[in-house]
């Protein structure tokens, strides 16, 4: 099979009707749940976008599309500016001072998704990519928003690790009851990130993931923060480890929370289980980001599993080595 991929923007009818079917294999949705066509048309000819990724051997039915990227302009309020960092690069439009409950434009980044066949060939960083680049040079914003389930792995290392977002926002049962394949089963809660795409933080990130060889290698930290609080898990058989209700202690140090290896596998075959992790994951982000705390990173720790890095105080350097 080729690795050659072509990622360009989609703005025909056709096209978008191929966006609509690939958004239905990767997430398994239902036709109700598929974005309409007129909506889809009526956000890219008014500030937004869609990408997608071409391959010679995708989908007929896709028309060889094998990944998205879509987004649309929004408001909101920056609640993790001191992580905008210095911005060194052109194509962002300058922002000038404003209160802090003021409303700013920002880009919603609705849907990023690779085709299940076409997975672990690091299409979703170069979507990402590709999405940064389009939104510069659009000049109207450096801010990009977008909500993850924070128990998939796979999607806090690349949001929060590889691409550099932040994130101190938790929304319980977001998008209420879902009826898509991936999601449905348990409360849609959902981390809401920011992404401040002109920020050096981010350009080290994409710089570190662009050299990694593995996920294992680029999320394995050389260096821990100082006085590091991990939050500890207990064995569930072989395969599996259990969340603990424990008091974090909220002092100022930095913490590493605990995320399950494979929730899909959780959530197949013990779905209590699942339902454990994501009430333990709710109270350990509510409680941290109620007490100022940043999630800055998304690193194995060797012996320990997957953990979420959360810091309570910005600085010019990492939560990790990368």
């Not at 609640?79 to 911005?87: F, K, M």
């Not at 959902?190 to 060889?213: F, K, M, N, P, T």
Request: with cysteine.
């Amino acid at each position: 099979m080729s690795d050659s991929i072509t990622i360009r923007a989609v703005t025909s009818i056709e096209e978008i009707e191929h966006f609509q079917r690939l958004e239905q294999l990767i997430w398994q949705s239902p036709p109700d749940e598929l974005m309409p066509v007129h909506m889809v048309i009526t956000a890219i000819h008014n500030g937004g976008g869609l990408l997608g990724a071409f391959a010679e051997e995708g989908p007929a039915e896709t028309g060889g599309m094998v990944g998205l990227a879509f987004w649309f302009p929004g408001l909101g309020v920056p609640t993790t500016q001191p992580w905008r960092g210095t911005r060194r690069e052109t194509g962002a439009a300058p922002q000038a001072p404003s209160p802090e409950d003021a409303l700013q434009l920002k880009m919603c980044s609705h849907m990023v998704g690779v085709l299940p066949g076409w997975q672990g060939r690091g299409l979703g960083v170069q979507l990402k990519q590709a999405q940064r680049q389009a939104i510069l040079a659009q000049g109207m914003t450096d801010w990009v928003t977008w909500t993850y389930d924070p128990l998939f792995r796979v999607n806090g290392v690349l949001n929060i690790h590889r691409l550099g977002a932040v994130c101190n926002t938790y929304r319980r049962n977001w998008y209420g009851i879902m009826k898509d394949g991936i999601n449905a089963g348990l409360p849609s809660d959902r981390c809401q990130v920011d992404w401040w795409i002109a920020s050096e933080r981010v350009q080290r990130r994409l710089a570190a993931g662009s050299r990694s060889q593995s996920i294992e290698q680029s999320t394995t930290p050389a260096v821990l923060p100082e006085k590091l609080h991990v939050v500890p898990t207990r064995p569930a058989g072989s395969r599996f480890r259990v969340p603990v209700e424990v008091e974090l202690p909220l002092d100022g140090r930095p913490l590493a929370l605990p995320i399950p290896d494979d929730i899909a596998d959780i959530r197949r075959t013990d779905p209590p289980l699942g339902m454990a992790w994501r009430m333990a994951m709710r109270t350990y982000l509510e409680q941290a980001f109620q007490a100022g705390y940043v999630m800055t990173d998304c690193v194995h720790l060797p012996d320990q599993g997957w953990h979420y890095v959360l810091e309570a105080q910005p600085s010019d350097g990492e939560a990790v080595t990368t």
